[in-house]
C-alpha cells in the first residue's frame, strides 16, 4: 500500500497521522487532496459506526486505502457526554469554537468532584482487496477546574491525563502522540497494517 487517505479535513489530525505513521512508506492525503469535497454525516450512535461510515463514504469516491477516525471525550459525572457529540456539544453545534466547547463542559461540572474523564478514538481503515481493520485507544484522566496551555485542540486544554500534572495542551505533541487516545489507537493500527503488508518485524 503506498497511499492512504484520511476521511478529514483536519489539519491537525493529518499531521498527528503523518507523524505517527512517519516510519511507513506511504503518502498521506486529506480527503479533499483526494478530490472528496464533501462532509459525512455522523449519525452513528458510537465511534466505531461514525469512523466506519466516514471511511466508507470517502472509500466509495475512491477505490483507495481509507482511514477514518471518530474520537471524543466521556466524562464520569455527565454519564459519558459529550461522548459522540464532543465536536458539536456546546450551543452553537459544530459552529462552536474549541474554547466555546470546553468551556461549556467546565460550566456542567461545576462544583462537581468526580471529575474522572477519557477520551476515546476508534479507528475503521478499509482497503481496496475488501480488508476491514478497525482498533479503538483510550487516555484516561481528569478534567481541570480551568484551562491550562494553548497547544493541541478541543478538549486538550482542560484535559489532564493519568500520570501526569498538566493538561493535554502543556504537555505538547511529542508528548501526546505517545499517550493519546488516538496515538493508542493507532500504534495498534500500524501493527495490524504492517502484519497484513507483511511488513511486522
Given at each position: 500500500m503506498k497511499k492512504l487517505i484520511l476521511a478529514s479535513n483536519n489539519a491537525k489530525k493529518l499531521k498527528e497521522l503523518?507523524?505517527?505513521?512517519?516510519?511507513m512508506d506511504v503518502e498521506i492525503l486529506s480527503q479533499r487532496e483526494a478530490g472528496c469535497n464533501f462532509e459525512v454525516e455522523e449519525t452513528g450512535t458510537t465511534f466505531a459506526e461514525n469512523a466506519y461510515l466516514k471511511a466508507k463514504a470517502v472509500f466509495d469516491t475512491t477505490g483507495e486505502a481509507t482511514v477514518a477516525d471518530d474520537s471524543g471525550l466521556m466524562v464520569d459525572a455527565l454519564n459519558g457526554e459529550p461522548g459522540?457529540?464532543?465536536?458539536?456539544?456546546?450551543?452553537?453545534?459544530?459552529d462552536a469554537s474549541d474554547k466555546?466547547?470546553?468551556?461549556?463542559?467546565?460550566?456542567?461540572l461545576?462544583?462537581?468532584?468526580d471529575r474522572?474523564?477519557?477520551?476515546v478514538s476508534s479507528i475503521c481503515c478499509l482497503?481496496?482487496?475488501?480488508?476491514?481493520?478497525?482498533?479503538?485507544?483510550?487516555?484516561?484522566?481528569?478534567?481541570?477546574t480551568e484551562p491550562h496551555g494553548e497547544g493541541g485542540f478541543g478538549y486538550d486544554p482542560v484535559f489532564m491525563p493519568d500520570g501526569y500534572s498538566d493538561s493535554m495542551?502543556?504537555?505538547?505533541s511529542e508528548v501526546k502522540n505517545k499517550i493519546s487516545h488516538r496515538a493508542h489507537a493507532l500504534e495498534k493500527f500500524r501493527t495490524e497494517l504492517r502484519r497484513?503488508?507483511?511488513?511486522?518485524k
Open positions: 503523518k507523524a505517527i505513521l512517519s516510519d459522540v457529540y464532543s465536536a458539536r456539544y456546546a450551543p452553537g453545534g459544530h466555546e466547547k470546553y468551556m461549556y463542559l467546565l460550566s456542567k461545576e462544583g462537581v468532584t474522572r474523564a477519557k477520551f482497503l481496496p482487496d475488501g480488508t476491514e481493520i478497525r482498533t479503538e485507544g483510550e487516555c484516561r484522566g481528569q478534567i481541570l495542551a502543556v504537555l505538547g497484513i503488508n507483511g511488513t511486522d
